[in-house]
């Protein structure tokens, strides 16, 4: 038991803060080395840890993987972006076509990637129209992770939660897809409110063409595969199944080299995963199994508020893919595990909004914007704070 703690503990500690103190190992790292821990020490065996292994989970992920490098090579994203704020005449307009945008195609296509493709788009556009790019490009931030809490695939913890929870796809989205849609408003009216001076005077902004290179083929064929498996999603029929296949049917080409795609998968990421599962598994193993029931109790679960309250503090501590896991020993002893997965779903997500530091797609856009754009800690705050307190007790009393 106490070797599960620690080794735990070990683990959670090194997510929490990115890095391992003195030593060059990261998050995936330290996950990887807490599953082999729980093995080395007894805690489980390598029977238990290899099924500990959520392989649905996996392989939706990688399945999304390969559909996104794909639509992203082909050109996909920025174009339907470049479009959108090419038809926004004046700032609020552009803004708008910003936070829906990114928005709606992270809930189907994981928003960190939708962070990759908007924010030198973004940055590009407000630039050329010599306009404050801070607030668009929070936009895009806050945006991404409000509109991937709609689907099972808008991000890494819905997919988890997905496989762990059993909710049919168009269930899930019917659920949460609504609280997605209010959320992207409040991010609006939030954006506005606290940038106002970029919003008061609307001046037409003149047409700034962006220049998008595009694939024709592989765009044709990966938005064909793309809208089959969204098709097949709301059909009812498996989730990782389908993925796995449209990945597979995009792998068959004779026009990308396989090493492109496989450049854009984050293996670590996977790694992480199934690292997690294991030092989680052991965890439940040893000092979980019998007073699960207890702890969901004491700690009152069953109300969607506490719920949403304790997995958004611990989404910002540890991140919110391994504060999910956390909970998946707890969840089953409620009573109404379903609502409950939804919640920890909306919570999760909508946390990242919290802080600078909350989410993987914050990072992205500070990251990307650097060199030209240096967003701060309290400007991001300065939006995010109200945006997460409000959208998290939207979520919560939608849910109830």
């Known amino acids: 038991m106490w070797a599960a703690v620690a080794i735990f503990s070990g683990t959670y500690l090194v997510l929490a803060l990115g890095r391992a103190p003195l030593l060059r190992v990261d998050r995936a790292g330290a996950a990887i080395i807490g599953a082999t821990c729980m093995v080395a020490f007894g805690v489980l065996t390598l029977e238990e840890a290899v099924q500990a292994i959520d392989h649905q989970t996996i392989f939706l992920l990688f399945g999304m993987m390969i559909v996104v490098a794909n639509l992203r090579l082909s050109g996909f ?5 470049a479009w959108a704020v090419q038809h926004a005449p004046r700032p609020l307009l552009l803004l708008t076509a910003v936070v829906w945008t990114t928005g709606v195609l992270s809930a189907f296509f994981v928003n960190d990637t939708m962070c990759l493709v908007m924010t030198p788009l973004v940055l590009e556009v407000a630039t050329a129209l010599g306009r404050n790019p801070l607030p668009y490009l929070l936009g895009v931030a806050m945006a991404s992770n409000i509109g991937s809490a709609a689907t099972i695939t808008g991000n890494p913890q819905n997919m988890m939660i ?18 997605a849609a209010v959320g992207l408003l409040l991010t609006l009216a939030i954006l ?7 919003f008061r005077a609307e001046p037409p902004l003149p047409r700034e063409r962006v220049r998008v290179r595009v694939n024709r083929v592989l765009l044709a064929k990966s ?19 389908v993925a796995l296949l449209a990945g597979a049917l995009l792998l068959v080409t004779r026009r990308v080299k396989p090493e492109k795609i496989y450049r854009e998968v984050d293996w670590p990421l ?28 004491r ?14 503090v611990l989404s910002n501590l540890v991140s919110n893919v391994p504060a999910v896991l956390v909970f998946k020993p707890l969840i089953g002893h409620l009573a109404d595990p379903q609502r ?21 797609a914050n990072l992205i856009v500070v990251e990307r914007a650097r060199r030209q754009v240096r967003i701060t800690f309290l400007a991001y705050l300065r939006a995010g704070l109200p945006l997460a307190l409000l959208s998290l007790a939207l979520g919560a009393w939608m849910l109830r």
């Open 77 to 81: 994203f920025r174009l339907v972006a």
């Open 162 to 179: 997905g496989a762990f929870s059993g909710i049919a796809y168009r269930a899930f989205a019917a659920a949460l897809a609504p609280i």
């Open 192 to 198: 506005i409110a606290t940038h106002w001076q970029e």
């Open 223 to 241: 938005l064909a595969v793309a809208g089959g498996m969204i098709a097949g999603f709301f059909a009812g029929w498996p989730v990782p199944v």
């Open 270 to 297: 996977l790694a992480m995963f199934m690292g997690l599962f294991v030092v989680v598994a052991g965890m439940e193993k040893a000092v979980l199994a019998e007073e699960a029931a207890l702890i969901a109790s």
């Open 299 to 312: 700690l009152r679960l069953d109300r969607p508020a506490v719920l949403t309250s304790v997995a958004a």
């Open 340 to 360: 409950a997965w939804l919640v920890l779903a909306m919570a999760s997500t909508f946390a990242g909004n919290l802080t600078l530091v909350g989410s993987v």
